[in-house]
């Protein structure tokens, strides 16, 4: 088994080296591709890689498709590129927390814009009251 820190360490090297091959492959069903994660086994020899790909459900379809038809490929790049007794076998999943993270910011700044608009109502619509004249005698 190997340590904590050297797992950290290939997984690392993994998420960067994969990132690289996937920049410089031609194969046209892949799009815009950014590996966001991996993980790593403790025996280092099955990682998980994260990607997020831009575009509509079709395009991250075809793309997630291009690449694990070109599994072996990239498997024997990272083979060649990370000196490693075995290299891992790899296995590609959706990493939805970009799109997830998009989407609660776009509904934060929604929710926000509501808020400005109801201040700027109600800030239209008050009438001044004058200040009480409590304290005061007559």
Do not use: C, N
Not at 19 to 30: A, E, N, T, Y
Not at 50 to 67: H, M, R
Not at 99 to 124: C, T, W, Y
């Amino acid at each position: 088994m190997a340590t904590q820190q050297r797992v950290q360490r290939v997984r690392e090297a993994i998420k960067q080296e994969t990132s690289d091959i996937i920049q410089q492959m031609k194969d046209p069903r892949i799009g815009f591709v950014t590996v966001t994660d991996a993980e790593v086994s403790r025996d280092l020899r099955h990682v998980k890689i994260f990607v997020s790909v831009l575009g509509d459900e079709e395009s991250k379809k075809a793309s997630l498709e291009g690449l694990e038809r070109a599994t072996g490929y990239i498997r024997t790049e990272i083979g060649q590129r990370i000196r490693l007794r075995h290299t891992p076998e790899i296995i590609f999943r959706w990493d939805e927390s970009l799109e997830r993270g998009a989407r609660i910011s776009r509904i934060l700044r929604d929710l926000k814009e509501e808020d400005a608009d109801i201040k700027a109502e109600d800030g239209a619509s008050a009438v001044e009251v004058p200040p009480s004249s409590e304290g005061e005698d007559a």
